[in-house]
């Protein structure tokens, strides 16, 4: 039981500091973006990333010991990638759905690509045979 809130609790902690660094790539991005702000979280997403790669390295916690569990060398894993794509960048990044993709306003002005590809000239396949 006791190893299981152990694991738990890392587990909350992980993501707990992971969640200033995931706001600021969004809210540092676009017109939020300045070179203080973007090397203030590149700082912040380093520093832990080499804490979550000695723990992977070295299965040791510091300021906490020793940690034998693969599961949690996963869960470090999978917080350093998080880390690298949560730096702020100059354009604005959006959220995975930010928008529907089949919104009629938008695409009632388009064609669709069937529509765009019967309305292309039709050509040979020997098109670059030919001389002219």
């Known amino acids: 039981m006791n190893e299981l809130f152990s694991y ?20 540092c991005s676009g017109r939020g973006f300045t070179k203080t702000r973007f090397w203030i979280w590149t700082a912040y997403n380093f520093y ?6 000695y ?3 070295k ?11 693969y599961l949690l060398g996963w869960l470090s894993v999978a917080m350093i990638c998080l ?10 990044r959006r959220p995975g759905r930010s928008r529907k993709i089949f919104d ?4 009632k ?10 309305a292309q000239p039709r050509k040979s396949i020997l098109s670059f045979w030919k001389r002219e």
């Open 8 to 27: 738990t609790i890392l587990t909350l902690i992980a993501i707990t500091i992971y969640q200033p660094a995931r706001w600021a790539k969004f809210a």
């Open 55 to 57: 723990f992977v390295e």
């Open 83 to 92: 880390h690298i794509s949560a730096i702020p960048t100059e354009w604005k």
């Open 59 to 69: 299965s040791h916690i510091p300021f906490y010991g020793p940690m034998e569990n």
């Open 48 to 53: 832990f990333m080499c804490f979550h790669m």
């Open 104 to 107: 009629p306003k938008i695409r």
């Open 109 to 118: 002005h388009k064609l669709t690509f069937d529509r765009y590809r019967l």
